[in-house]
């Protein structure tokens, strides 16, 4: 289906608003990038040529440090073995016989950085947070380690991944609940709309704070951290999506009136085809404007959440568990809240200026369907 | 209401309307309770024989978009029969609504409004026939194409879109579209009254070129008189929810019997000046009334310069006047003239 020139128009000018465009394109990439998070950001190799064997160890089972010759059976410290292979390498070319090309048959790739956002790195036989890399830290920790050691970015890189996905999640389905609920209001109207207006007037009144402190308190210690997760979202989607039901009501009971809605009821069209067939194609381009506003607010309501110690369980990383971390230790670790604030600065500037750029793109001012 | 609205030819008509009422519920107050009624249609019968054109005429406000919107079913009337090739509409639903709206159509006022900016002319003609699941994607791609031709689009104008053509054209596109099912009425409700005047002839010999192929039947509103004498075979007036006077055509011009009919008629601009200057133009006084509080009696008696006592008190019935009493000289094939008034002025 060819798209109409209508939506076509608003895209050529959503890409002619620079910030906004590269906005989207950065943003993009950084959650392409993040869902393969596991290759640039992990504890575990690439890949391992071990004896004449191949390892793959990234999305693979837990490897015993066993298989590599270690005398331990929980997982092994591929940070070490890459250290040993090294030397391995380094005493190969010391042989007098060796060729300058000499190295170990064994050799591993760890990725960009070698660290797990949950992994506590001690350094001095404690856990305390460490400088970043460039300010005289250990190596590789490029922001430094948290309060108990674990590097920031890698914290950072995954709190962002869970963050972005879960406000995606959040939009999607505070829309579609929103949408479909406002949609039925404005078409059915009468009786039906008053009674579930005033039910969304009640339910909007519950402090949604107070539900979730509630809740989780209650939730059994058995439940998984995915599950923690869903249950975290479905409670925010059900105390969010009232708002969305206003813009869909008016705007459906707007698109009702107008004679092309007339023309497909005389036509024989049932109510599921004036719905989906006419009028949310003529109602949703207002909806996408307030999108990445809609993501903007739920990335803001999850870190507060987190900060507040309410939000994503622990152990995941997230960036307001951080913030919360770097205000306890403003004086003796600060780099801990300055990296985390940067990040949350960053993705919302990033996702505001997408949300300028759209609505600049979908101002009905600019582009009437009249002409 | 009266006995029998019907005429030529004697048969069952294509449409009958039988003491129509369509009252809006007004709700006011605290509780949104609907305590008064506005009665837009307010006892209406009318009927409409195959291959006719029925011109409907009166002011804004007088009902006559409702009326067009009840027969369709847009609106679901709030009592009386419409029988649509026998069959009554006022309580049609669902399936039989459906099979009637085959043969049911309308056309809009606002072309821009009425089409849907989201399709392509294509999809926007093609509608109805997805709807009723009339052939498949080749062949309704085909009839597309034909009724495109039919309506006098270029062949290219299925795959744009109606923003990309001039008023004209899209009321064009939603002629085909009403078209596309092959019905036997279609309601024009004010079809060419919000396009330019050069274009307004285009589009009604378009519509009377299509009666005339095809054997449509026409409800035209408008408040265009002579819109409406250009196509209409018989004229209806309406004021405030009721036929005031229904004649033939010709019949209505020469010889208006109903003191609104004839104050409508002498507001039509006479393009001749030396007949102009001789013409007596009747101005009535007020405005119409709402029809929320319609006046007692005869509804138009506060603005009628013959009013009596009777007037205020009785309201008239739509009867038919002796063909005696008609012009001389209408025409032979000439149905009665219907008036509602007590006195014959």
Not at chain 1, 289 to 308: E, G, K, N
């Amino acid at each position: 289906m060819a798209l109409n020139p209508l939506t076509l128009r608003k895209l050529r000018r959503f890409r002619s608003i620079k910030s906004g465009y590269w906005s989207f394109l950065i943003l993009a990439g950084l959650v392409v990038l993040s869902l393969g998070g596991e290759l640039l950001v992990n504890n575990r190799p690439l890949v391992i040529r071990y004896e004449g064997r191949w390892f793959f160890p990234t999305y693979g089972a837990n490897l015993p440090g066993t298989t590599f010759g270690y005398d331990y059976g929980y997982e092994t410290d591929y940070r070490a073995l890459a250290a040993r292979f090294h030397a391995e390498t380094a005493e190969a070319k010391t042989r007098t016989d060796a060729p300058p090309t000499a190295r170990s048959r064994n050799w591993l790739v760890m990725p960009l950085v070698p660290f797990n956002p949950n992994e506590n790195a001690a350094y001095e036989g404690v856990f305390k947070p460490a400088p970043p890399s460039w300010a005289g830290g250990p190596p590789g920790h490029w922001l430094g380690t948290d309060t108990t050691g674990r590097d920031i970015f890698a914290r950072l890189f995954y709190g962002f991944r869970i963050t972005i996905l879960f406000a995606l999640g959040f939009t999607a389905l505070t829309y579609l609940i929103g949408i479909a609920v406002g949609c039925l209001m404005g078409y059915y109207g009468g009786v039906f709309d008053l009674i579930v207006q005033r039910a969304i007037e009640i339910w909007s009144n519950i402090p949604f704070l107070y539900i979730v402190i509630i809740l989780f308190s209650v939730v059994p210690a058995t439940f998984s951290i995915p599950m923690r997760i869903t249950l975290l979202l479905l409670v925010m989607v059900l105390f969010s999506w009232t708002s969305m039901t206003y813009y869909m009501r008016t705007a459906t009971y707007r698109e009702k009136a107008r004679d092309y809605t007339a023309a497909a009821v005389v036509l024989g069209a049932g109510p599921g085809r004036i719905i989906f067939y006419h009028i949310l194609p003529n109602t949703i381009s207002t909806l996408v404007t307030f999108m990445p506003f809609t993501i903007a607010s739920a990335i803001t309501a999850v870190t507060a959440l987190d900060f507040l110690g309410f939000g994503l369980p622990p152990p995941s990383p997230s960036i307001g568990e951080l913030l919360k971390q770097g205000t306890q230790s403003l004086t003796t670790a600060p780099w801990i809240v300055g990296s985390a604030f940067a990040a949350l600065v960053s993705i919302l500037i990033l996702v505001t200026f997408i949300g300028e750029a759209l609505r600049e793109a979908f101002d009905p001012k600019k582009f009437t369907t009249y002409q | 209401m009266t006995p029998d609205a019907n005429q030529n030819p004697p048969a069952q008509p294509l449409l009958e309307v039988k003491g129509l009422k369509m009252h809006f519920p007004v709700r006011e107050g605290l509780f949104l309770r609907a305590k008064r009624s506005n009665r837009a249609v307010d006892g209406l019968d009318l009927s409409l024989a195959t291959g006719e054109t029925l011109g409907l005429v009166g002011e804004s406000g007088c009902g006559k978009s409702t009326l067009g919107k009840c027969i369709v079913r847009l609106y679901r009337p709030s009592a009386g029969q419409i029988l649509f090739q026998g069959r009554d509409l006022a309580h049609a639903k669902g399936a039989a609504l459906k099979a009637q709206r085959r043969h049911l159509q309308m056309i809009f006022q606002d072309p821009v409004e009425s089409l849907n900016a989201r399709h392509t002319v294509a999809d926007i003609v093609a509608e109805p026939l997805v709807i009723h699941g009339i052939g498949d994607a080749h062949s309704r791609q085909r009839k597309v194409r034909e009724l495109l031709d039919r309506v006098g689009l270029p062949a290219n104008a299925a795959e744009r879109f109606p923003f990309e053509f001039s008023g004209g054209q899209r009321q064009r596109i939603g002629i085909a579209r009403a078209i596309a099912l092959g019905p036997r009425l279609i309601v024009c409700d004010e079809p060419v009254s919000a396009l330019d005047v050069s274009i307004q002839s285009q589009v009604l010999n378009l519509l009377l070129e299509l009666q005339h192929d095809l054997g449509l039947s026409y409800l035209f509103i408008a408040h265009n008189l002579a819109v409406v004498k250009h196509v209409s075979d018989r004229v209806a007036i309406m004021y405030l929810g009721k036929i005031v006077e229904l004649a033939d055509a010709e019949e209505i011009y020469r010889n208006p019997r109903h003191p609104y009919t004839r104050a409508l008629i002498s507001a039509i601009p006479e393009p001749d000046p030396l007949r102009s200057a001789h013409k007596q133009r009747i101005v009535l006084s007020g405005d119409v009334p709402s029809p929320i509080n319609p006046p007692s009696g005869c509804a138009f008696h506060p603005r009628c310069p013959h009013a009596t006592d009777r007037c205020k008190h009785e309201a008239p019935a739509l009867r038919a006047l002796a063909s005696t009493e008609a012009a001389p000289g209408a025409a032979t094939t000439a149905s009665p003239h219907h008036l509602s008034c007590h006195y014959d002025l």
